[in-house]
């Protein structure tokens, strides 16, 4: 009897203290969410916020959703302490080459607490029902862009943003929900160094309870040593902003480090400063790259044991184009004009001063690899033929160099369809004119005698120039426009061609010289 009545007293001891921690009985509304997620992050020590880079990063920095280029998932399991037990399940979209949305959920729950009779029949300790934590998060994080400066760029600046729903269980009683949110920033300060910034769990309170609001920052610096051999060192710092839980409320610093040999063997290890129940962490994986890994983490705590984890990720699906570290932004205002086995590709050009050329790249519509079309670089508009098929619906995408080789994502795709047109080409353009005006220099014509036309061109050189270059993006449809920021005193001239339904352009009108005048 003195035994089972120990044994009953003892689970007790365990059992609702450990409902309060995972459901926040007079602590924190949501501690479960202090146990990290991923036996990669747990295994380099918690040292994750600036690493994050699948479906775990959800959890450790929604910026970080943004780094991963295919749809990927993970799941986790974690066996706690007192017989209660972790799961997790996150999942990634890529949206575009700069966006990415992600799912995930949390849960953490206590079995049911069978009672303890003694031999004659007397209770020793009640029943307990189930208690549970279940969060369920959604994540959005964007690709802002580079950030550049005289000396230096900062790569793929990221911002990411979480919003989860809590819901709690405690012994059977629903509690009130919590609504909660975080922030993070991610950004690559060189190839090699991240650095990221995050607020977690802004969140809501009930009574005396509060979400475990936390502030960290974060660096990581990769290696790569060789082709077959690396080296990633991680490091964060973390203040916890948790007034019911002194223990929480330290400065901490988290340590991490993983090796990898051949992208398919890691090992790792971790260590925690500032914490009084855990400290060395060690973990290991073993992953097939562009299809996923398994992960194992090892977690000693100084009196309660250790805790074992595992997850698994995998990845599905083409990937899309994340932005270049340093490479400039892609060109804008894409525009293509076919005509018969021939495209016409225009854009408008960038503002970074260390542009060295375009590049062009096309594929028919449906199939997934692109080609480049040109052999070298190209400045401005060009057309191609011979490689294109009539009546073959393709799509096309440019992109853009700088000085230091790096090119950028591509632009947004637009669709072209080659065919052999047997409309006549549009009559020329025979009388052209300008005047002056307070905004700059008019431009009029005449249309020609032609049904067929539906627009017009409008070309202009300066002064000493050789070639003509088009003013205008999209076909104009008066007759005439007004041409604004032109240089004093400079010596301009004006061609019109008519463009008929079928895209067809007509010959260059006879030219008309004009000048802006102090």
Avoid: C
Avoid at 112 to 121: A, E, L, M, Q, V
Avoid at 349 to 366: A, D, L
Avoid at 386 to 397: I, K
Avoid at 410 to 423: L, R
């Amino acid at each position: 009897m003195r035994r089972k009545l120990l044994t009953a007293f003892t689970a007790a001891l365990i059992i609702i203290p450990a409902a309060a921690f995972a459901l926040g009985g007079g602590t924190s509304n949501a501690d479960f969410l202090k146990i990290g997620v991923g036996a990669r992050s747990s295994g380099m020590g918690e040292a994750f916020a600036a690493v994050a880079d699948d479906a775990n990063a959800a959890f450790w920095n929604p910026a970080g959703i943004a780094q991963a280029d295919k749809w990927s998932f993970t799941l986790m399991h974690l066996m706690w302490f007192a017989g209660s037990n972790y799961e997790f399940l996150g999942g990634i979209a890529p949206i575009d080459s700069a966006t990415a949305a992600g799912l995930s959920v949390n849960y953490f729950w206590i079995p049911p607490f069978n009672s303890t009779k003694d031999s004659f029949g007397a209770i020793l300790a009640q029943d307990a029902e189930m208690s549970y934590d279940l969060a369920i998060t959604g994540t959005f994080a964007k690709i802002l862009g580079n950030l550049y400066t005289k000396d230096f760029t900062i790569g793929n600046v990221t911002l990411g943003a979480n919003v989860t729903y809590i819901q709690r269980q405690l012994l059977g009683e629903s509690l009130p929900g919590i609504v909660a949110a975080d922030l993070g920033l991610l950004a690559n300060i060189t190839d090699s160094l991240k650095m990221a910034f995050v607020l977690s769990d802004i969140g809501t309170s009930t009574g005396k309870d509060q979400t475990p609001f936390n502030v960290r920052l974060g660096t990581a610096l990769d290696l790569p040593f060789s082709k077959e051999f690396g080296l990633l060192i991680s490091a964060d710092a973390a203040k916890p902003i948790d007034i019911t839980n002194p223990e929480y409320a330290k400065f901490f610093v988290n340590l991490g480090l993983e090796m990898r040999i051949a992208d398919m063997v890691y090992l790792r290890g971790g260590y925690k400063l500032g914490r009084t129940d855990e400290s060395f962490t060690a973990g290991a994986g073993f992953g097939i790259k562009d299809i996923g890994n398994i992960d194992y983490a090892f977690i000693p705590h100084s009196e309660l044991g250790a805790t074992h984890r595992i997850s698994l990720s995998f990845m599905l699906g083409n990937p899309v184009e994340r932005p270049v570290i340093g490479g400039p932004r892609p060109p804008q205002k894409v525009t293509a004009m076919a005509g018969d086995k021939m495209v016409s590709i225009g854009w408008d050009p960038n503002q970074e001063s260390n542009i060295t050329g375009y590049n062009i790249y096309y594929r028919k519509k449906g199939t997934y690899k692109f080609e480049m079309l040109n052999k070298k670089p190209v400045m401005e508009e060009a057309k191609f033929k011979a490689v294109l098929e009539n009546d073959t619906d393709y799509e096309f995408a440019v992109t853009a160099m700088n000085n230091r080789g790096l090119e950028s994502v591509m632009s947004q795709t637009v669709v072209a369809t080659p065919k052999k047109y047997t409309a006549i080409k549009p009559a020329k353009m025979e009388s052209v004119f300008t005047k002056q005006a307070d905004s700059g220099i008019v431009v009029m014509w005449n249309a020609p005698d032609d049904e067929a036309v539906t627009g017009f061109n409008l070309y202009y050189k300066k002064s000493g120039d050789e070639k003509y270059k088009k003013l205008n993006r999209q076909i104009i449809k008066e007759t005439k426009a007004t041409l604004a920021g032109l240089q004093v005193n400079t010596e301009y001239t004006f061609v019109v061609t008519a463009v008929s339904k079928d895209g067809i352009e007509g010959d260059f009108s006879d030219p008309v010289t004009a000048k802006v005048e102090e």
